[in-house]
């Protein structure tokens, strides 16, 4: 008789639905920056559009493969979801540090350092694409399937 730890049933469970819960925080992220753009009418930075393409293609590739059950996506997805945390991490940076954008200005729109939103005094949309792309990397390499 085998008996099934507690870290197998997590383990089990992200494996189950990691690509769903992955697509969903894909979804909602898009959802949230068209919201923003288009309802809101708050211009994208540069580095906000380099975000979105990283972002965008996650929602149609991992809600197919969530509806097949294609854990193979993974491995095609996660440099996706890599890549947009690192743009990310650095919007922030130049969020949290001003003079870092002047490394590399924004040459188009808005300046990336400018904040449309600031709840709780450290909420941006920069900290909240940041959090999507870190859950999705998260969701995704907790759901791959174990090698055998």
């Not at 819960?21 to 923003?36: C, D, H, K, Q």
Request: net charge neutral; aromatic share 16%; hydrophobic share 45%.
């Amino acid at each position: 008789m085998t008996t099934t730890t507690e870290s197998e049933i997590y383990e089990s469970w992200f494996q189950r639905y990691g690509l769903y819960l992955a697509w969903l925080v894909a979804l909602v992220a898009t959802g949230g920056s068209l919201y923003f753009s288009e309802i809101r009418g708050f211009i994208p930075c540069d580095l906000c559009w380099y975000q979105r393409i990283f972002m965008y293609p996650q929602v149609i590739l991992l809600g197919i493969a969530a509806y097949r059950g294609d854990r193979r996506i993974i491995g095609y997805v996660l440099p996706l979801s890599i890549i947009g945390m690192l743009i990310s991490i650095y919007h922030n940076f130049e969020i949290w540090f001003p003079k870092v954008g002047d490394m590399m200005p924004c040459r188009s729109g808005i300046p990336c350092n400018y904040d449309y939103l600031n709840w709780l005094g450290f909420i941006t949309i920069p900290l909240m694409a940041l959090t999507a792309f870190i859950l999705i990397t998260v969701l995704l390499v907790l759901g791959r399937q174990k090698s055998e």
